[in-house]
């Protein structure tokens, strides 16, 4: 950003220019270490350790705050989240090793996933003049780099440049290529030089690999103009260029999970969660910091099949919950430096306070965010809760169905208007709830937490019921009548969801202005537990047709659901769904469950026909 001071929202001049001090101020070498080996040589100079500290799918968590609550982030393990919790971490560890022995980077997804993030995205969009929050606290904290995470194009590719330009660090990406050129379309590298107590200085390459699946994800926003190739083949092009480029450590940054899995199966030739393929097919790689998969591995050593030598992983969960540190130890001999061993752990952000200077630059932010989500748009006669969505018909995604279901309609024209339209939600986040009375932004908005956009499909009868099966996939076998936790149940592993399918995956189907209606049979295997499918009481024929308002990542693929990808599509208004629930609230004025949610269960779970007892 040069010497430009940047607006951001209603930042004063005075809080602007603390920013730029902090960043000049971290920028500069502490000295080193208290004298105990942290960070330093022996008196000969031969042995060097160096600290690489990585955060990852910060996800616009600025600050310990939760916007949908409005109160200070908690969850049932007690987490805190935010970039000033992990500044302070950030300090603790540059105080024991010394500044200028450590580097801090991040694994991507961070500009969408707060109301934060949306605020500065799509009600007051960064520019030339307004600042990402995230830009300026990371930059304060002073990041070395960063790779690009898939959420990183929700919003395209021209706020993702305009966010880009606003860091003082380099974004990475080295799968990422221009389909004008084929070349990269963001920095795949850099090598930063430490300098040591004593001999020669330490070359460190960090190479950044963000995720395949983005040309599922955000088609809309990249198709044509950006390609995104394997991690393995482009790190196994560029991890011996470092190296003749005089690399003496290699540390790589990939938002991607370790355990190899595709969301997406075989929809694109590259796996999604490949950090674990990577240490283990690419040589000279010496750490990985992993991202994408919302996992906590403090350490985690893999082989390398081609040198046999361990290759140690590294993923600090999400949000700021955790700073993953690796101490990477070094010997000098024959004028080069050479690994000796690396050892990773993580630090949790809630065993530290917030660092009062990032909350104090995003204080206006942080202000105008909050006045903003706790808005009144309307009233509701009835509370709704998505607490149990995940096994049984709730009114919250009978709400979120009847209000996409309804602007897809809107929109039909010839013989398409004619179709019935069903409308498919996932119970995205199962603390959202409307209260009975007042409905604020932050009530809508905890409803819908991804910035999906609204797509209309085409479907037949048997393509309904094949979706509805792969959405069954979710739930464990249940061979007998009876009453069961939730956990039982829900969340089942499945050869692509090796740690269990995920909530967002799961999908509940509804009709808009009759009932579609359907059992889901847990004591039936796999593929077959959709019984008696019906459209206003009447049994859904295989040949019948079906306008089915779906969200862009399912509809790209995201979740590898049969049919979609390549069902004609009737309506694309590049609508973004939470904002379409927050605009009809505002509209309507009166959420009333007896429009959009009938009294008899649309659908419900069985085993052998008899209805299941689930509780929490």
């Given at each position: 950003?040069?010497?430009?001071?940047?607006?951001?929202?209603?930042?004063?001049?005075?809080?602007?220019?603390?920013?730029?001090?902090?960043?000049?101020?971290?920028?500069?070498?502490?000295?080193?270490?208290?004298?105990?080996?942290?960070?330093?040589?022996?008196?000969?100079?031969?042995?060097?350790?160096?600290?690489?500290?990585?955060?990852?799918?910060?996800?616009?968590?600025?600050?310990?705050?939760?916007?949908?609550?409005?109160?200070?982030?908690?969850?049932?393990?007690?987490?805190?989240?935010?970039?000033?919790?992990?500044?302070?971490?950030?300090?603790?560890?540059?105080?024991?090793?010394?500044?200028?022995?450590?580097?801090?980077?991040?694994?991507?997804?961070?500009?969408?996933?707060?109301?934060?993030?949306?605020?500065?995205?799509?009600?007051?969009?960064?520019?030339?003049?307004?600042?990402?929050?995230?830009?300026?606290?990371?930059?304060?904290?002073?990041?070395?780099?960063?790779?690009?995470?898939?959420?990183?194009?929700?919003?395209?590719?021209?706020?993702?440049?305009?966010?880009?330009?606003?860091?003082?660090?380099?974004?990475?990406?080295?799968?990422?290529?221009?389909?004008?050129?084929?070349?990269?379309?963001?920095?795949?590298?850099?090598?930063?030089?430490?300098?040591?107590?004593?001999?020669?200085?330490?070359?460190?390459?960090?190479?950044?690999?963000?995720?395949?699946?983005?040309?599922?994800?955000?088609?809309?926003?990249?198709?044509?103009?950006?390609?995104?190739?394997?991690?393995?083949?482009?790190?196994?092009?560029?991890?011996?260029?470092m190296k003749r480029k005089g690399a003496d450590v290699v540390v790589v940054s990939a938002h991607s999970g370790a355990d190899t899995s595709s969301s997406y199966g075989d929809a694109l030739p590259f796996p999604e969660n490949a950090a674990t393929l990577v240490a283990q097919q690419v040589p000279g790689i010496d750490a990985i910091l992993v991202g994408h998969a919302h996992q906590e591995i403090a350490e985690r050593v893999v082989t390398n099949t081609a040198t046999g030598k361990p290759v140690v992983l590294s993923e600090p969960l999400k949000w700021g919950q955790r700073l993953s540190v690796f101490d990477i130890d070094l010997s000098y001999s024959r004028g080069h430096w050479t690994v000796q061993s690396?050892?990773?752990?993580?630090?949790?952000?809630?065993?530290?306070?917030?660092?009062?200077?990032?909350?104090?630059?995003?204080?206006?932010?942080?202000?105008?965010?909050?006045?903003?989500?706790?808005?009144?748009?309307?009233?509701?006669?009835?509370?709704?809760?998505?607490?149990?969505?995940?096994?049984?018909?709730?009114?919250?995604?009978?709400?979120?169905?009847?209000?996409?279901?309804?602007?897809?309609?809107?929109?039909?024209?010839?013989?398409?208007?004619?179709?019935?339209?069903?409308?498919?939600?996932?119970?995205?986040?199962?603390?959202?709830?409307?209260?009975?009375?007042?409905?604020?932004?932050?009530?809508?908005?905890?409803?819908?937490?991804?910035?999906?956009?609204?797509?209309?499909?085409?479907?037949?009868?048997?393509?309904?019921?094949?979706?509805?099966?792969?959405?069954?996939?979710?739930?464990?076998?249940?061979?007998?009548?009876?009453?069961?936790?939730?956990?039982?149940?829900?969340?089942?592993?499945?050869?692509?969801?090796?740690?269990?399918?995920?909530?967002?995956?799961?999908?509940?189907?509804?009709?808009?202005?009759?009932?579609?209606?359907?059992?889901?049979?847990?004591?039936?295997?796999?593929?077959?537990?959709?019984?008696?499918?019906?459209?206003?009481?009447?049994?859904?024929?295989?040949?019948?047709?079906?306008?089915?308002?779906?969200?862009?990542?399912?509809?790209?693929?995201?979740?590898?659901?049969?049919?979609?990808?390549?069902?004609?599509?009737?309506?694309?208004?590049?609508?973004?769904?939470?904002?379409?629930?927050?605009?009809?609230?505002?509209?309507?004025?009166?959420?009333?469950?007896?429009?959009?949610?009938?009294?008899?269960?649309?659908?419900?779970?069985?085993?052998?026909?008899?209805?299941?007892?689930?509780?929490?």
């Amino acid at each position: 950003m040069g010497s430009t001071i940047l607006q951001r929202g209603r930042v004063r001049a005075g809080v602007a220019a603390t920013a730029a001090v902090l960043v000049v101020a971290l920028a500069s070498p502490a000295t080193a270490g208290d004298g105990h080996g942290h960070g330093h040589g022996h008196p000969n100079g031969t042995d060097y350790q160096l600290t690489v500290m990585g955060t990852t799918d910060l996800h616009g968590s600025a600050l310990n705050w939760d916007y949908f609550k409005n109160a200070e982030y908690d969850d049932s393990a007690h987490n805190d989240v935010g970039l000033a919790k992990i500044s302070t971490l950030v300090n603790q560890v540059r105080a024991d090793r010394g500044d200028r022995n450590t580097l801090l980077i991040d694994a991507g997804d961070t500009i969408q996933g707060t109301s934060l993030a949306y605020y500065y995205a799509k009600i007051q969009p960064i520019s030339k003049s307004v600042e990402h929050p995230m830009a300026a606290a990371m930059n304060a904290i002073g990041y070395d780099a960063a790779a690009l995470g898939n959420h990183e194009f929700n919003y395209g590719i021209p706020y993702l440049r305009t966010f880009e330009k606003q860091l003082d660090f380099p974004l990475l990406a080295a799968n990422a290529t221009n389909d004008t050129n084929g070349k990269a379309a963001f920095t795949p590298y850099i090598i930063k030089t430490v300098r040591t107590p004593a001999g020669k200085p330490v070359k460190v390459g960090i190479l950044g690999l963000t995720n395949p699946g983005i040309a599922i994800w955000d088609k809309a926003n990249v198709e044509g103009q950006m390609s995104f190739g394997g991690l393995v083949e482009q790190a196994a092009r560029y991890v011996p260029e470092m190296k003749r480029k005089g690399a003496d450590v290699v540390v790589v940054s990939a938002h991607s999970g370790a355990d190899t899995s595709s969301s997406y199966g075989d929809a694109l030739p590259f796996p999604e969660n490949a950090a674990t393929l990577v240490a283990q097919q690419v040589p000279g790689i010496d750490a990985i910091l992993v991202g994408h998969a919302h996992q906590e591995i403090a350490e985690r050593v893999v082989t390398n099949t081609a040198t046999g030598k361990p290759v140690v992983l590294s993923e600090p969960l999400k949000w700021g919950q955790r700073l993953s540190v690796f101490d990477i130890d070094l010997s000098y001999s024959r004028g080069h430096w050479t690994v000796q061993s690396v050892d990773a752990s993580v630090l949790n952000s809630n065993t530290v306070p917030d660092d009062p200077k990032i909350v104090s630059l995003l204080q206006d932010e942080q202000e105008t965010v909050v006045d903003y989500v706790n808005g009144v748009i309307g009233t509701s006669t009835e509370a709704m809760s998505a607490a149990t969505a995940r096994y049984e018909d709730t009114a919250v995604l009978d709400f979120i169905n009847y209000v996409q279901a309804g602007a897809v309609k809107a929109e039909l024209t010839g013989a398409d208007a004619d179709l019935p339209v069903l409308s498919i939600a996932a119970p995205f986040n199962k603390d959202a709830a409307i209260p009975q009375g007042d409905v604020s932004v932050r009530d809508i908005a905890g409803l819908y937490i991804y910035d999906n956009t609204l797509l209309g499909i085409k479907l037949t009868g048997a393509q309904v019921k094949a979706y509805l099966e792969k959405s069954a996939e979710y739930f464990k076998p249940a061979l007998a009548p009876g009453a069961y936790p939730a956990a039982s149940l829900t969340n089942a592993v499945t050869p692509t969801a090796p740690n269990g399918t995920p909530d967002y995956n799961y999908d509940v189907m509804g009709g808009l202005d009759q009932p579609l209606t359907y059992d889901i049979d847990l004591a039936q295997p796999v593929g077959s537990r959709i019984v008696g499918l019906a459209y206003g009481g009447v049994p859904v024929t295989d040949s019948q047709e079906f306008v089915v308002a779906i969200n862009n990542y399912r509809q790209s693929g995201g979740g590898n659901f049969p049919g979609v990808t390549t069902a004609p599509v009737v309506y694309n208004r590049q609508v973004e769904i939470r904002q379409l629930l927050i605009d009809w609230v505002s509209a309507n004025q009166v959420v009333d469950p007896a429009v959009f949610s009938s009294t008899n269960p649309d659908w419900q779970l069985t085993s052998g026909g008899t209805p299941l007892t689930v509780t929490p």
